[in-house]
DNA sequence: GCCGAACGTGAGAGCGCTCTCACAACGGGC
DNA sequence: GCCCGTTGTGAGAGCGCTCTCACGTTCGGC
C-alpha cells in the first residue's frame, strides 16, 4: 500500500465545477448536467456554460466523479499468460488494440493487469474484486486461474477472451478454433492427402483442445478413422513443433500431410521435414494455424488460419460495456470466424 | 464524455474507513495512518486496527483517496505506434510486462492508451495533460508527435521509450542500437568479411538511424571506407528486407556480409540471397537485429543482437517513479547494453 | 517535582463532484 | 382567475478519504 509522497513542488492549477459556474454565472448543478448531457437546460444557459467551459479549459475530476457515482469509468484487461504466447507472437498487441479501439470511443480506461507470479495473480485478483475497475476483460486464463470466482463472488462483470477449459457460464467471445481447424484439414484432405496427422496443443488449454476437436471433425465427416498414431501434442513453441514432428516421422514414415496448431510449431515441423529429405509441399504438404508473420516468412510459406483479433479485441469490449450498463450477470457468447489463407506449404494437389 | 449509466441493479457492499475505526475501537484518522503505514502509531493500537481491517476485508477506495491527495495512483503508457513492429514482433508485450514488474510492486496502475488516430492521439494528449495520470511512458514516439511538447506545458512528468528523433530535453531510457550495431558488424570483420553490407531501418526513427550509425562506427574502426552503394533503407518489415537485398545484390554482386537493422528484414534478404544462389553464410553472411522468434525459425539460424527489453520497460517505470516521487522534472538517461547471439547465418570464417 | 519535548490520538474540515429536493416561473384547462 | 403540471435552476448534503491542528499523556533533565 506504500503510495508515493504526497508533497511535491509541482502545483498544477485545475479549474473546477465551481469556477466554471461562477464565471457562467450559473450554479454548480447546472455545469454539471451540461456536462453530463442533461436535456434539462435551457439552450442559452448551455451556450453559457460550454463557453466558460472552453476558456477556463475545464475537465472534470475523475476521482471526483468516482467518489460519487461509484463508477470507476475503467476495465481491467487481465493477460495470465505466463510468457508462452505472450512472447512468440503478436495475438495480444493485437487482441489490446482492438479493445482499447472500442473502449476509448466509450470515455472508458483500459487498465492492464499482467500478473506474473501466483502472488501478482493474488494481488490482481484483490484490485479486481476491490471493485476499482467497473469490469474486466479475461484474456488467456489457464485451468485453475482462481479469477472468476472471485471476480463472480465480488459481483463484478467479466467477459473471457478465450474460452477456459472449465466453462464458468460467463460471458465469453472466441474465435472458432474448431470451426477453423476442420477447415485447415478439409483443404488437405481436398487436395488428396491421405494420412494427415497433427500436431496438437497443450490439452490444458481451449484452443489446443477445440483445434484437435476440429481436426477430428473434419476426418470423421470425410468418413475417416482418426488414428492416434497420427496425433502429436505439442506446447505451441518452435521447438516443441519440432520434437513432435520427429516423432510423429519416426513412427510414421507415411505421412504426407500435416496439421500443426500454431505457425511456430508447424515453422518446427517444417524444418524437420526439411531436413529428413522431404519436399513441403510435394511429399508432404503442411498447414499452420494464427496466421502469424512466421507464416510468410518461411520458406515454403504457410497455409494458415487467420483469425480476426483486433475484432474478438473490440467484441469482448462491447459485451462488458453492455454488461456493466444492464448491472446484472448477462451470459452472451460470441464465436467469431476463421479464414484459410492458403499458401505454398499446401499448395497443388497431392503428387500421388 | 458519455459515462456509463449510474443507476443498476447491482450494490455491492463496501467497508469504508469509518467502519474498521469503529470496529477497532479508534478514530478514523488512526485507520488511516495505519493503512498508509505511518509510524506515529503504537503497536497495541496497529495491531487492533490490522484485525478489523482483515475482518471486514477492508480495501482502500482510491477515488477517495485520490481526490484529497492529488495523485491518481496510475501512470500512463502511450504506445502510439501505427501497426508497424506493433504487430509483427513481440517486443510491445515484452516492454508492457518490464513495466508492469516494476509498477506493480509500487501499487501502481498501468493505463493503456494506443492511439490508432490523429483524433486519438488529442484524446490521448487531453486525457493525459488534464492529470489524470501522474505520469507517462512515451514509448514508439514518431517525429511529429504533439505528446512530448503537450505533457511538459501541462507538467505532467514523462519518460521515453527509445530515443525520439528530435530530443525533448526529458528522462529516457534506451538500449544500445549503436553499440549493438557496431558489434555485430566488427564480428563479420572479425571473420574475415571484406565487402558489408547493410539494410537500414527508416531514416525518421531513433533505431533506424542509431543502428546505421553503429555499422558506420565499426567500419571507420576497422580503417574502411563506407561506401554509399553499400547502404540500402527499408522499413523494418520482411518485404522492406527483400526488396533491399535485390537492389543491392543488382548493384553489388561482390557482397560478402550483410547486416541488416532487424531479423524481419534480415529474413526477407536471406529468401533473396537464397533464391539468388548464394549459401549463407559460406558465400554471404548474415546478422540481424532484435533476436526475435524469427531469427531462430528461419534456416539458418540468423546471427542477432539481442535487447534486454523486460529490463527497459523496468527501467523505465523506475525513472517515471522517481521523476514523480521528486516532483520536479529530472533528465536522466539510461542505455541499455545489448548482447550478440551467434547463429548459423555468420557461422565459420569466411570462404575465401 | 516541575517544565518542555516527544509521542499518540481524535476532531473536523474539505477535496470536486453528483443528485435529490425544493422552489420559482410559466402555461394551459376549466 | 385559480389550480395543477411542467420545466429550469439552485441549495445543500454527502461520497470516503487525508491531513492539519489541538490535546492529553509520558518521560528525561535538572
Redesign the pocket.
Known amino acids: 500500500m506504500a503510495?508515493l509522497a504526497?508533497?511535491n513542488g509541482r502545483t498544477r492549477t485545475?479549474t473546477?465545477?465551481?469556477e466554471v459556474?461562477l464565471k457562467a454565472?450559473?450554479?454548480?448543478?447546472?455545469?454539471?448536467?451540461v456536462?453530463?448531457g442533461s436535456?434539462?437546460?435551457?439552450p442559452?444557459?448551455?451556450r453559457d456554460v460550454e463557453a466558460a467551459i472552453a476558456a477556463l479549459g475545464?475537465?472534470?475530476?475523475r476521482a471526483?466523479?468516482s467518489?460519487?457515482?461509484r463508477r470507476s469509468g475503467s476495465i481491467g484487461v487481465v493477460i495470465a499468460e505466463p510468457t508462452g504466447r505472450l512472447f512468440s507472437d503478436p495475438f495480444f498487441p493485437r487482441l489490446l488494440r482492438g479493445i482499447s479501439g472500442a473502449l476509448s470511443a466509450r470515455d472508458l480506461q483500459l487498465v492492464l493487469l499482467m500478473p506474473a507470479s501466483p502472488a501478482d495473480t493474488d494481488r490482481t485478483a484483490d484490485y479486481l474484486a476491490a471493485g476499482h475497475v467497473d469490469g474486466a476483460l479475461l484474456v488467456s486464463l489457464h485451468g485453475d486461474d482462481p479469477l472468476p470466482e472471485r471476480m463472480t463472488r465480488a459481483g463484478i462483470p467479466f467477459v473471457h477472451g478465450g474460452r477456459p477449459l472449465r466453462g464458468t457460464g460467463s460471458s465469453l467471445v472466441d474465435v472458432d478454433n474448431r470451426g477453423g481447424a476442420k477447415t485447415a484439414v478439409e483443404h488437405l484432405i481436398a487436395r488428396g492427402n491421405e494420412v494427415i496427422a497433427t500436431i496438437a496443443g497443450p490439452a490444458d488449454m481451449g484452443a489446443g483442445v477445440d483445434r484437435l476437436n476440429g481436426y477430428r471433425d473434419a476426418l470423421t465427416e470425410a468418413g475417416r478413422a482418426i488414428e492416434d498414431r497420427l496425433i502429436a501434442t505439442a506446447d505451441f513453441t518452435h521447438e516443441g513443433g519440432a520434437a513432435a514432428m520427429q516423432q510423429l516421422l519416426r513412427t510414421n514414415p507415411d505421412i504426407d500431410a500435416v496439421f500443426a496448431a500454431s505457425d511456430l510449431m508447424a515453422a518446427g515441423a517444417l524444418g524437420v521435414l526439411q531436413a529428413a529429405g522431404k519436399r513441403v509441399p510435394e511429399d508432404v504438404a503442411l498447414v499452420g494455424y494464427d496466421d502469424s508473420p512466421i507464416a510468410s516468412t518461411v520458406r515454403p510459406q504457410l497455409t494458415s488460419v487467420h483469425q480476426p483479433i483486433e475484432e474478438m479485441g473490440n467484441e469482448m469490449a462491447r459485451l462488458l460495456v453492455a454488461a456493466i450498463e444492464e448491472g446484472q450477470p448477462v451470459q452472451r457468447r460470441v464465436i467469431l470466424a476463421t479464414e484459410l489463407i492458403r499458401r505454398a506449404s499446401s499448395g497443388g494437389r497431392r503428387q500421388p
Chains 1, 2 share one sequence.
Open positions: 503510495q504526497a508533497r485545475v473546477t465545477l465551481e459556474a454565472g450559473v450554479s454548480r448543478a447546472t455545469v454539471s448536467r456536462v453530463n436535456p434539462k437546460v435551457s442559452d444557459v448551455r475545464y475537465v472534470p475530476n471526483a466523479r467518489l460519487v457515482t
